[in-house]
Every structure is written in structure tokens, then in C-alpha cells.
């Protein structure tokens, strides 16, 4: 079977989602490749050097410098007629691409995969992470949006595979891309941070979420996360939100401050490889998937911890 991969770039960097995808991919067969963008030549040198990767298609075309799905999702349907499965990242391009990959196949896309179990079987979770669902496709071509946090990395380096340039239909005429507005933070992102730190509802408003969560990440050079609920009453930007309408994230470390558990937030962090959980409801549901449970009062806790650091 011959796998195509979406690689999620920035023109500059393959982002590290796409080594997830990679990971996943080769569990299906020969994986191949697709780099579209714009000036993307060191992408596609990068690409060829992943583990495992036998070819890179690139596309290098002023139509694809921004990735936008309308004219990307036609450039990776044409290349469908020699592959077996598209596969791509379970990220905001991956989502915005894969589904209109699938309907100009005809096919039903299967989203976020956590697990392949043969040719044509996978488990994706439902009801927000609290059953898994292992399904299978009737179709003859397979398209997969994979969640990046189920799969270990492929390394980076060690590929030799071979780069080819392709040719697709170019712009669409459907979409253009108007301009982006990206917050600028020292601190890791999100779904890429070995440490991250969330703050939820109960640190009142936005200048105590700063005083309080933002020493602490600080100290453990960790990304900053969010409970819905706190993003909802202001404290923080959307960006932050972590959880099933959120970001889904798998850090090394997880700290819950003030986060009661609710199960959309949950579905986003438990597979977190070590969840710390600082609530003072001894009840909270946190507590039920946390390694480590503090029950205190986390005005008083979290400075304490912050000045031992």
C-alpha cells in the first residue's frame, strides 16, 4: 500500500505533526510525501531526510504558499491516482484540507485516528475520548486525519528519500488569502511544549492568571494552557484553550491548576505522561486521571511551589 502524507510547513520548517503522520503512515506501507507551498525547496530537502519516507512530492506554485485547502485538496487528489491513502495531521490545516480530499474521492474520511490495526481498521475515540470506536473501511482509497499525540515522532533525520517535483491545477479561484495576525510568545507552543501549565476558572480574572500561572511555566520553560472555562470568562486568548474543543496535547508533564476536570477538558490532556493536579475540591474529577493530586488552596500553593523552583 502507498501512503501520501500531507507535510505541514511553514515554507521554512516541517512542522513536528508531520512526523507523527510519518509514524502512522508506515504502519500502512510505502510512505510518500506531499510538500506544497511556495519557495519550499529546504522543506522538501528536510522531508526526504525523515525515517522512513521513500518519496517527496513537491509542489511549488504561488497557488500553495499558504496551504489553502481549496487548492491543495485538488493537487493531493490528483496524486491519489497512485497512492492507496492520504493521510494527514489531525491539525487546523490537516482538518481544513483531508475532507475535501475525501469528497472529491467519494470516499468517508476517517478522523482522528489513534491507532491502525490493519490495512483497512482503526480505533478514533467518541464521546469525547470516553469510548474508542475501532471502524473499518469499505472504500478502495483511505483518507485519515491521524492524532499526532497517539503516534511517537519519526526521526528527522536518517530518510533518504527521493524528491519529485509534480504539477497540479494550480489556484482554484475559490479562496485568497487575506493576512494573519500571530501571537509571539518565547514560550513553547501548545502541542509541541514537554512541560505545559493550565490555569482554569478558578484564579479569578486575567491579572491573577498572570501572576499566578505565568511564574510558574516561566521557571519550567513550559508552554501556558487553559481550561474553556477560563477562556470563556476572558483570562486568556482562545489559542490557550486546551481540551476537546481546544488543543489536544500529550506534554511529558501536565499541571492542572485550579481545573475541577471537566470531560471536554480531558479529552484534551490525558494522555499527558505525567498529570500534577492542584485543586482544592479533594472531589474534582482531575484528581481521577492525575499521577500526583495536591489539594490545597492554589493561592497559597503555587507562589510556595514557583519561590522553590
Known amino acids: 500500500m502507498k501512503t501520501l502524507v500531507l507535510v505541514e510547513h511553514d515554507n521554512a520548517v516541517v512542522k513536528d505533526a508531520t512526523l507523527s503522520a510519518v509514524t502512522a503512515a508506515s504502519q500502512l506501507g510505502e510512505v510518500h510525501l506531499l510538500v506544497a507551498g511556495k519557495g519550499c525547496g529546504a522543506v522538501a530537502e528536510a522531508a526526504a531526510k525523515i525515517a522512513g519516507v521513500g518519496k517527496v512530492h513537491v509542489a511549488d506554485d504561488a ?4 496551504m489553502l485547502a481549496e487548492n491543495v485538496a485538488p493537487l493531493a487528489a490528483d496524486l491519489m491516482g497512485h497512492h492507496d491513502a492520504f493521510v494527514a495531521p489531525a491539525t487546523t490545516t490537516g482538518k481544513n484540507i483531508a475532507p475535501r480530499v475525501a469528497a472529491l474521492l467519494d470516499v468517508m ?12 481498521t482503526f480505533t478514533r475515540p467518541i464521546y469525547a475520548g470516553n469510548a474508542i470506536a475501532t471502524v473499518q473501511s469499505s472504500d478502495a482509497k483511505l483518507v485519515l486525519t491521524v492524532r499526532g499525540t497517539a503516534f511517537d515522532k519519526a526521526a528527522s533525520e536518517g530518510g533518504s528519500g527521493t524528491v519529485e517535483a509534480v504539477s497540479g491545477p494550480g489556484d482554484a479561484g475559490l479562496s485568497s488569502f487575506v493576512g494573519s495576525e500571530l ?25 491573577t492568571f498572570e501572576d499566578i500561572i505565568v511564574p510558574l511555566a516561566d521557571k519550567l520553560g513550559a508552554g501556558v494552557g487553559a481550561s474553556r472555562a477560563a477562556v470563556d470568562a476572558g483570562y486568556v486568548p ?29 479529552a484534551g490532556m490525558k494522555d499527558s505522561k505525567t498529570i500534577i493536579a492542584i485543586n482544592k475540591d479533594e472531589d474534582a474529577p ?7 493530586g495536591l489539594v490545597g488552596d492554589l493561592f497559597k500553593v503555587v507562589p510556595e511551589l514557583t519561590g522553590k523552583l
Open 183 to 207: 501571537a509571539k510568545s518565547e514560550r513553547p507552543e501548545l502541542t509541541s511544549a514537554k512541560v505545559i501549565v493550565s490555569g482554569g476558572r478558578a484564579l479569578k480574572d486575567a491579572a
Open 286 to 292: 482531575i484528581f481521577q486521571v492525575a499521577d500526583i
Open 238 to 266: 482562545n489559542d490557550y484553550q486546551v481540551g476537546q474543543t481546544g488543543k489536544i496535547v500529550a506534554p511529558e508533564v501536565y499541571i492542572a491548576v485550579g481545573i475541577s476536570g471537566a470531560i471536554q477538558h480531558l
Open 109 to 120: 474520511q476517517i478522523s482522528e485516528v489513534i491507532g491502525i490495526e490493519g490495512d483497512k
Open 63 to 66: 497557488a500553495y504558499e499558504n
